[in-house]
């Protein structure tokens, strides 16, 4: 049975590894459903500690399966293949923009011409960290005229610090009482497989540093942990909001040996790139990110209508701060509510935290919610594992010419996000029968 399994698992992840192009949803979503389905499936059936292990082997197969699958899904890659470039070629990617260095060039190579056209932001600052720097220059310098093999290389790479990530989840899960099978739900989560191995999104580094970091701080090397903690936002800014949780709960003399040396990697990180205008482009950058892009949002665009109501127009430029400024008390009340601090308590306030982020946030890509399934691992939440399978469906969304973001599959993805949340972190008595319901689905899926 698991060998059938296991095939139908190959099978569905070649297909939507190689063939749908973003705006493909029916391909999308006649591979993606089936996948779920057996994902769920897998964790619920099988139990022995044989069969585990070969679905974790299956895993590590999946992602060396999508290796020369070009990423289909996003178009990101080729923002990355441009800073390799600019890195090789003694120029700091954070100074200009596409469009200005483009058009400051008399003569430039032709990589720069054939990446231009492709590319999706081309009047924004670079906003990706130095760990995703080195790696682009790195494929860009091995492979520096053919964009398919360096995105070969970078996709070795990737399949490399998911194999780690998988390996140091397996320890972390057993100290911290944790049953080997819970790696299952990370592991074969298809949203992880198909947006971070393949489609390359740097979640992927950032969530293998940062259980690197948890798996040192757990054993107490505060060094190690502040150094991994260092990396984990050298690839993502985003594990910053992490941080306020570890500051009552690590004695002083520890917490001035993690933060020192979380300092000094991102001295060695930002040294090469360091400039005034390194500081500027990256903050114009972040502003940007908060008061422009929209997408597949759920309190913002509420608020949004209310804007058009009162105002006639998109209030994103006060709305967006205002609801991250939100998060962030919310975040900080998280830490000093915080009662008994153990390990999982610790593990369920920064999913809570993170969950907190997304719901105020103006954007969230399906791959966003990477750390949320990191972190339904040590939890008893199960909010995150359907949301992940809830939220491909806003690939519809590139199925229009023009593009245009479908609101009703926004509602039906949150409606059903905000009830998961209501009873299993607020257990709000919605109505007996759903709540009743939903135990039992819990219970027969053993999740």
């Keep these: ?231 984990s936002i050298g690839a993502k800014l985003l594990p910053l909001m992490f941080l306020p949780f570890f500051l009552f709960r690590t004695r002083a003399n520890d917490l001035i040996r993690a933060f020192a040396m979380m300092l000094l990697v991102f001295a060695v990180m930002f040294a090469p790139f360091l400039s005034w205008d390194l500081v500027y482009h990256l903050s114009e950058s972040i502003n940007l990110y908060f008061q422009k892009f929209e997408f597949n949002a759920s309190i913002y665009y509420v608020v949004r209508w209310i804007g058009y109501q009162f105002k006639g127009y998109n209030i994103i430029q006060t709305a967006g701060p205002f609801l991250y400024g939100s998060a962030f008390v919310i975040i900080m009340v998280l830490v000093f509510t915080e009662g008994r601090k153990s390990f999982r308590s610790l593990l369920e306030r920064l999913l809570l935290a993170f969950t907190t982020y997304l719901l105020l946030a103006t954007t969230v890509h399906p791959w966003y919610l990477a750390i949320p399934v990191l972190f339904s691992v040590f939890t008893h939440y199960r909010y995150p594992i359907f949301w992940s399978g809830l939220i491909c469906c806003t690939y519809v969304n590139y199925a229009y010419d023009p593009y245009h973001e479908n609101l009703w599959v926004v509602a039906l993805e949150y409606s059903i996000v905000f009830g998961l949340i209501l009873i299993e972190v607020f257990r709000v008595p919605l109505a007996g029968i759903f709540i009743q319901y939903w135990k039992g689905v819990q219970s027969w899926l053993k999740l």
């Design 1 to 231: 049975m698991k060998y059938l399994i296991a095939f139908c698992w190959i099978i569905l992840v070649g297909i939507l590894g190689y063939i749908p192009d973003q705006g493909d949803i029916l391909w999308i979503l006649s591979c993606y459903a089936p996948l779920f389905v057996l994902y769920i499936v897998t964790y619920r059936y099988f139990k022995a500690h044989s069969d585990i292990l070969f679905f974790i082997f299956l895993s590590i197969f999946l992602r060396l399966l999508l290796i020369f699958a070009f990423p289909n899904l996003s178009d990101d890659i080729y923002r990355f293949l441009w800073d390799g470039h600019l890195i090789n070629d003694g120029i700091n990617p954070y100074l200009y923009t596409p469009a200005e260095f483009t058009a400051g060039q008399e003569s430039h190579s032709e990589i720069y011409q054939v990446l231009f056209p492709l590319l999706n932001s081309p009047n924004y600052y670079s906003i990706y960290p130095p760990v995703c720097q080195a790696i682009f220059a790195s494929c860009t310098w091995v492979f520096p005229n053919d964009i398919y093999w360096a995105t070969v290389l970078m996709k070795v790479l990737f399949v490399a610090g998911e194999t780690l990530s998988i390996y140091f989840l397996m320890k972390l899960t057993r100290m911290a009482g944790f049953t080997l099978k819970r790696v299952l739900l990370y592991s074969l989560n298809p949203l992880i497989l198909i947006e971070l191995c393949g489609n390359l999104h740097f979640e992927s580094w950032m969530i293998l540093f940062l259980i690197l970091a948890l798996w040192a701080y757990i054993r107490r090397r505060f060094k190690f942990f502040g150094l991994f903690m260092g990396m």
